[in-house]
C-alpha cells in the first residue's frame, strides 16, 4: 500500500511554482490513493476552488478529498455562508462531503470537521457531530479485521510535539471513544500547516489503546507556520506502516524524517519502533 497525504493547498494563496513541483512529486511516488485533507481554497470562492479543480484533475489517480474550515465562503458573506456553505465544494470538488474509499485490506473513510459557525468566536475550530461519528463507528465495524483503516479529518485530534496555540478537534471524548470503536489504524489530518506523526492514545477503558496520528503541512501554499511546505508518503499494511515527510527545500521537494509504526498482536494497538 502507499498512499500520499497533502494538505491546506489554501488556492487563492498558494506559492506560484509549487503547484507544478507537487504534482511531479506525487505522480513520481505513485500512490494507489492521493488523500487531501480540507482546506483546498484560502476564502472558498468559486475561483479558487477552480483553481483546485483544476490542479486535481491534473493527476491521474485516484482520489479521496474532504473539506476544511477554509472551504465555506468567509463570514462577511452572510447569506452564502449559512444558507449554502458547501455550495462551490459541491459543484467543483464533490458532492459528497465524507466519501469513502476501499479496496480489499485497505478501507479509507472522510468526515467534515469543518463548521460554519459555533458558540465561540472563532469559527476555524471543528468538530464532529453525534450523528457523524456513529457513522464513523457504524462504516468502522463493518470493515473486516485485516483490513487497514484510515479515517482523514481536517482538524487534528492531538497536537504537534512542538505545540500549537491552535484548538484540536472538538468533543474529544467522544470523538477519541469513537475513533476507538470504529477500530480506526491511523488518522489523517491537516488544519496546523505542521508536520508530525506519533500516537494517539484512544479513551475506551480496559479497551484503550493507541492509534497512529499523522498530520501534514501546507503543501503549497505561503501560509506557512514556522515549517516548509510538504506532504507524507504513507506505506505498510494492517500490522504496520512508515510514514515519511517530503518537504519543500527551495528548490525540489525531497524525503525527510521517517515514522515506523508497529501493531501489537491481538488489538489493533500501535506503537513507535
Ligand atoms: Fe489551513
Ligand atoms: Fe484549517
Redesign the pocket.
Known sequence: MRLVHIS?LHFGAVSPDLPAFLREAILKANPELLIVS??LTQRGRAREFEEARVFLDSIAIPQLVVP???DVPRWWVVWERFRRPWRHFRRLVQEDLEPVWSRPGLFVMGTNS?RTAGWHLDW?R?RLSHHQMARMVKLGQAVDEDSLRVLVV??PPAAPPQGTRRHLIGRQREFSQSVNLAGVDLVLA??FHISYAQTLRLSGGSAARNCVLSAVSTAISHRLKGEPNGFHVIEGDARKLSIQAWTWDGMAYKPGRLWRFQRGEGKRDWQEV
Open positions: 491546506d480540507g482546506d476544511g474550515n477554509h469543518a476555524s471543528g481536517h482538524h491537516g488544519h
